[in-house]
């Protein structure tokens, strides 16, 4: 309540969902000069796009706390579930995000494509992000489980 961009979020938030929904038919119709056109782009760019964002963030909430790999100690059974990364830009790596809250990458370990964290980044070297925490090696190993089977 205190942090004004949070309440001005808040405030705006009917009209940048009502403008996200409307772009796709308005550049569709546009480019087709039809009304099929703005049907079909309001249907996959809006309808569709919407749907998928919801279904990929309710699956990480509830598929990545009930299975996946838990490589990292945390209070909770979140685990990380590979096939949920690419469409969720990282957050499937949910293990980590539990084990470590502030931490601005959850896919730290080999092969873990997080695509958020890059995003992070770029906007850090923008200079339109500060205070960035990024996890050190050390940091990673602190929240390891020791032997863990589920640590690969």
């Known amino acids: 309540i205190k942090d004004p961009a949070i309440r001005r979020i808040s405030r705006d938030f009917i009209f940048w969902t009502m403008l996200s929904l409307a ?3 308005l550049v569709g119709g546009l480019v087709t000069m039809s009304w099929w056109g703005a049907f079909t782009a ?20 509830s598929i990545c706390h009930a299975v996946g790999k838990r490589p990292f100690k945390s209070r909770d059974r979140s685990g990380n579930v ?21 931490s601005a990458r959850h896919g730290v370990l080999r092969g873990q494509v997080d695509s958020s ?17 990024w996890p050190s090696e050390a940091r990673i190993d602190a929240r390891r489980k020791e032997n863990s089977p589920n640590a690969a």
């Open 82 to 102: 590979w096939w949920l990364a690419v469409l969720s830009c990282g957050e499937s790596w949910h293990n980590l995000h539990h084990a470590d809250p502030t």
């Open 23 to 25: 772009i796709p038919p």
């Open 117 to 133: 964290a890059r995003l992070i980044r770029w906007f850090e070297q923008l200079g339109w992000a500060s205070d960035v925490r």
């Open 42 to 61: 309001f249907f996959w760019g809006s309808l569709v796009r919407v749907a998928l964002l919801h279904h990929v963030t309710w699956s990480i909430n």
